[in-house]
Each structure stands twice: as C-alpha cells, then as structure tokens.
C-alpha cells in the first residue's frame, strides 16, 4: 500500500471514530444520572439475588441493580452504579431462577433470556407459590411501587415488600 493510500485509509477511519463518537465524551443531550441505592426485605428478610428496576419515561434505559446477600442493591443505567434519571420512576422487583434446579440465574442466563436466546433451562418467575416473592412485584402495572429520584446522591429507596 503507498503512502498517500495509507493516509486517506487513515483519514477515513480517523472519520468514522469521530462520526460515530467512539470514545468522545456523552452527547449534549443525554439526561443526567443520580446515585440509587437502598435495601429490599420481605417478611422482615433481606432478598438476595433479586433484580431491581426502575423505570421512566424519561430515560432511554431502565436502571436496574441486583440485590446482594443483605438485599443492597444500586442502580446502573449505562455504567456500573450510575445511577437513574430525574424524576419518577415505576419499580418493578423479581427474582428469576432457572427451572431446572431452582437455583439463582447466572448473569449469562439473564443475558441469555434477555437476548430472547431460548438454550438452556427455562427462566420462571419466582413467587410465593415456590418460595420466593410475590408475582405482582415483577410488573410494573401491579407492583405498586414508585419512586422520585432526586437531584444529588440522596436517592436511598428502602423496600419492604408484603403479601
């Protein structure tokens, strides 16, 4: 390849990163995230291994966060703990396991059932009929639950869930 090919090869590509906005800062208009955090309980217990989401209208995403061993969750939008938009939001819980042993979904089984990747064992929803949460918590027609989040790292949402 001569040089003067190479350069316009390097141009073009040079173009296309800047067009595309490979790693460019984040678009003018993308909406300002807030830290979310806050624990989920059910019957007085924490909940490990749930995911939950929040959503709005506002946002081109759905914040989501899995709950750890003492029901800790934060949210992430675009990167890790980011957090989720301004205002309010609809909060949908569930905890999804594989219906093969019952046990908790690996992230590669999420991605998978996301991704609508039908290998593997079947995800069911966990309710109360298995040992698990309430089904209503999983949509956000029938969960209940909404919250505000707020300008600033005071976006604490401790949630007790019921019957």
Known sequence: MNAARFARVVCCFAALMIVSGCGGDAPKD??????????V??????????????SSP???????????AQGVYKLTT???????????????????????GATQ?????????????????PPIQVDNSNGGLPAKYADGATSGLKRTVVAGDDNTFDIELTD
Do not use: C, W
């Open 30 to 39: 993308a909406p300002t995230l807030f830290p979310v955090s806050g624990k």
């Open 41 to 54: 309980t059910y019957k007085g217990a924490p909940v490990e291994g749930a995911t939950v989401s929040f």
């Open 58 to 68: 506002k946002s081109p995403r759905v914040a989501t966060g899995q709950t750890d």
């Open 78 to 100: 675009k990167s890790s703990n980011d957090g989720a938009v301004e205002g309010e939001h609809v909060v949908t819980i569930r905890k999804v396991v594989t219906a093969a």
């Open 105 to 121: 979904m690996t992230p590669e089984d999420y991605a998978k059932m996301l991704s609508g990747n039908k290998t593997g064992a």
